[in-house]
């Protein structure tokens, strides 16, 4: 009967403070589940498990009410599991979910824990439940503080073992005539081995301790006990009743503003309730330094069916580079650097461009460098290739000049974080994943997060990537372990956790902070404003008015992952989605945000151009702006037309265009579904025509007009050939076809070049951007440039190559 099978898994997030939307605190939904180390009976030879009937069933129905479940031992780490019955559909179903059984080979230790996280612990049963857990000091002390804030108590069969010293602050029974069932003594077998090892008898041991032991005669009738906020289980029939009781009680401790928010934010996720068979998202919102929802839908893993919870780790994407400039301001912080230090005091490989590089530069997004994912692509590099942080090294330390004369200039680009990674290697001789691990996860208790920077670490608990198409879904996975930039992995519970440090900090000041939600500036005291992202902060988010109201936000996109999280700052309201299903989820993230937030907002959620003030112009005034318009400087190309004594705006995509609505002469609103006030506006410099576009606050990107050209076929023979850049060791050919010139290597898809002017030319590729060709003074092409957002003056030179027949 007592026969136990073997160690299994489990990872442990701390929990966080769960609170209402009123000033009163409530622990957040999180249980706590006690497990036991013993392998043995007593000093035996006689194998002992943790039961997992007990355990799976009541986690089951915890993580289907929306609880998050943690697990504790008195050693940590493995447990041994055993009374397996794999033809029960629910202990099948965790028996092979690899995010719960690895939950139970990496429980947590009793200091680790943080007891107003939790709204109850349960002590588990099986008869390694017997040993070591009831004298456990520390276990004793988190069950005494959980109840003393109004939590629960639970335990099942053997797990009543755990009670049998619990005592108050004044050292008397916590449960004094209380009424306490578990496993009777009726019941054990007394001839047997095992029971000559057991410390005590349970039944006893609890009228020792001051409880009324109480038991069904009958016996795996599911007889279960609620006395107070005690629940005990007599035996594993009991587990399903047991654990609804416990929810019972935690629900009638939430207040009605809590249940009605709650039930509200689930209606905003329910097309992802419900949805074992397709990926999902996990969700956390909090308010006033408090938690008010986080909970996870769908599955993680399709093809088992494992539940997202809060726990599941998601790859973030680009939403990791405010751990990168957290841990750079840290060590400033320390003492251990300065943001003015020029980078080549750390990194003195880095060839010499004649300026200075300091790493505020490098985190400001102005230190030259041309962008490194941008190189990668034009290198030939795939995207499911393995591509390592020394890959990405390379192609920014293989680039012979900047871009721009550092702090002078902003350009997207990420190259400077790669390099901050490894400033934090040569200053602190750890990684920035073992520094971040050290330093900012570990003593937040984030135990769900980590820099993921081993492309073959196989990473427990994870979410999978999909790519969901319309003939299905299919695996996205990611094969580069570039850290900095990307590849963080954290759960919504891990990332609330950070979040909370941002009210109240634990790790780094009140300062530091403020500066992570500061703007960055050049080395003349300007900020940038991207009409699309918004103002560029030093922790890598943006500041863009929501409808009137300041919010800080970013996103990631990688493979298969989508993640999405606003926080409007002077509300105290932070809102984030994480997702497995490439799906943008910012809908969904600022839907929630509002629950909390209320009608707080100056502005509508649309801008009702029926209302806005416009004027009249002829359609001769309108033909003046018509015509084709370059931003050299972000190498795109947009087209103004009149159609219907309307202007149009068009972008090089070629799709019908946006509506613009004169507000005077020479100024324009588009016409948009939102509430972005987009301007274009006209003006003469020179004898040429220049439109400069804005999204609110934004910077102005400023278009020229210019004159299409057509080439002829013949013409464009000139600018065949074949191009080769030294530093990637790069090669492209340009050819040409019914639709005119493209190029494209052996890595690269066809990438299609549109003229407009003589020797430039519009790629439909955001990283090669445009390309202009150069001549000799013979005017031959001898090579040419990309210019893009990324990238400045990239130069190909032409290859002098004979073919056959020529």
């Known amino acids: 009967m007592y026969r136990p099978t073997s160690k299994f898994y489990q990872v442990i997030i701390m929990g966080l403070l769960f609170s209402s939307l009123i000033t009163r605190a409530y622990a957040q939904k999180r249980i706590l589940f006690v497990t036991s180390n013993q392998e043995f009976y007593g000093n035996s030879k006689i194998a002992a498990a943790n039961h997992f009937e007990e355990m799976v069933i009541p986690y089951h129905l915890f993580v289907k009410a929306g609880l998050t479940v943690d697990f504790i031992s008195p050693k940590g780490g493995a447990i041994p599991i055993g009374y397996i019955n794999s033809s029960d559909s629910i202990q099948k179903k965790y028996l092979y979910d690899a995010f719960f059984m690895d939950k139970l080979q990496h429980t947590l230790k009793p200091s680790d824990i943080r007891t107003d996280d939790y709204s109850a612990i349960l002590y588990t049963g099986g008869g390694a439940a017997m040993f070591g857990v009831a004298e456990n000091e520390t276990i004793q002390n988190i069950a005494r503080k959980i109840y003393n804030k109004n939590g629960v108590i639970a335990a099942i ?54 409880g009324n032991f109480v038991y069904s005669d ?15 289980g007599q035996d594993p029939s009991s587990a399903s009743k047991m654990a609804h009781e416990v929810i019972t009680l935690i629900e009638a401790g939430s207040p009605q503003i809590q249940k009605e928010t709650t039930k509200n934010i689930d209606k905003v996720f329910s097309d992802w309730a419900n949805g074992p068979d397709k990926p999902g998202v996990a969700a956390g919102l909090l308010k006033d330094g408090k938690i008010v929802y986080l909970k996870g839908f769908g599955s993680a893993d399709v093809n088992h069916q494992s539940d ?8 973030i994407g680009a939403m990791s580079k405010q ?15 300065s943001l003015s230090d020029d980078v080549h005091k750390y990194i003195p490989q880095l060839p010499d461009y004649g300026y200075p590089i300091t790493l505020k530069q490098l985190l400001s997004q102005s230190s030259g460098f041309a962008d490194f994912s941008a190189l990668k692509e034009i290198a030939g590099w795939r995207s499911k290739d393995v591509f390592t942080q020394q890959d990405a090294l390379d192609l920014i330390l293989q680039q012979k000049k900047l871009d721009h004369i550092p702090g002078t200039k902003f350009s997207q680009t990420a190259s400077g974080l790669i390099l901050l990674t490894e400033v934090v290697k040569q200053v602190t001789g750890q990684t920035l994943a073992a520094f971040a691990q050290q330093h900012i996860f570990q003593p937040l208790g984030m135990t769900n997060t980590l820099f993921y920077d081993d492309n073959q670490l196989i990473l427990p608990n994870v979410a999978r990537s999909y790519q969901v198409e319309k003939n299905g ?18 759960s919504a519970a891990d990332l609330s956790r950070w979040y909370l440090n941002f009210e109240n900090p634990k790790i780094g000041s009140k300062k530091l902070i403020k500066k992570l939600t500061s703007p960055v500036t050049l080395n003349d005291g300007s900020s940038t404003y991207n009409p699309t992202a918004g103002r560029l902060l030093y922790g890598q988010q943006y500041q863009h008015a929501e409808r009137g109201v300041p919010k800080i936000w970013t996103y990631g996109l990688e493979g298969g992952y989508a993640s999405n999280i606003f926080v409007f700052p002077h509300q105290n309201v932070t809102s984030f989605v994480l997702g497995n299903n490439n799906r943008y989820n910012g809908g969904l993230t600022m839907n929630m945000a509002i629950e909390v937030l209320g009608d707080i907002f100056p502005a509508p959620a649309r801008i009702d151009f029926n209302k806005l003030k416009t004027i009249k112009l002829t359609r001769r005034q309108l033909e003046t702006y018509s015509g084709h318009y370059w931003d050299n400087e972000n190498a795109t190309a947009r087209r103004v037309y009149v159609k219907n004594d309307t202007l149009h705006y068009q972008s090089s995509d070629g799709n019908n265009g946006d509506l613009l609505v004169p507000v005077s002469e020479n100024v324009f609103q588009m016409v948009v579904d939102g509430d972005d006030v987009i301007l274009v506006k006209f003006r003469k410099e020179g004898g040429r025509m220049k439109m400069v576009y804005t999204s609110g606050e934004s910077d102005e990107y400023v278009h020229e007009a210019y004159t299409p050209i057509k080439h002829t076929a013949a013409a464009l023979d000139e600018f065949k050939g074949t191009f080769y850049n030294h530093a990637l060791k790069t090669t492209y050919t340009f050819s040409q076809n019914e639709k005119g010139l493209f ?10 070049l549109s003229p407009i002017q003589a020797d430039l030319f519009l790629s439909n590729s955001r990283n090669f951007g445009s390309v202009r060709f150069a001549r000799d003074q013979q005017k031959n092409i001898t090579g040419f440039y990309i210019n893009s957002d990324r990238i400045k003056n990239l130069f190909f030179e032409k290859l002098n190559i004979s073919h056959p027949g020529e």
């Open 308 to 315: 997202i919870t809060a726990d599941t780790k998601f790859q």
């Open 473 to 490: 879904l299919k695996n996205n996975p990611i094969n580069y372990s570039i850290i900095g930039t990307t590849n963080l992995y954290t």
């Open 323 to 337: 751990f990168t400039a957290f841990a750079i301001l840290l060590l400033e912080e320390q003492g251990k650097l």
């Open 157 to 210: 069969c053997h797990g009543t073992a755990g009670l049998a010293y619990l005592k108050d602050d004044a050292g008397k029974s916590l449960y004094s005539g209380k009424k306490i069932t578990g496993f009777p003594d009726k019941f054990e077998n007394k001839k047997a081995e095992y029971y000559k090892t057991f410390p005590f008898v349970i039944d006893q041991a609890v009228k020792n301790n001051g």
């Open 743 to 752: 190029t494209s290597n052996k890595n690269q898809p066809l990438i299609s």
């Open 218 to 232: 009958e016996g795996w009738d599911g007889f279960t006990i609620v006395d107070g906020r005690f629940v005990t």
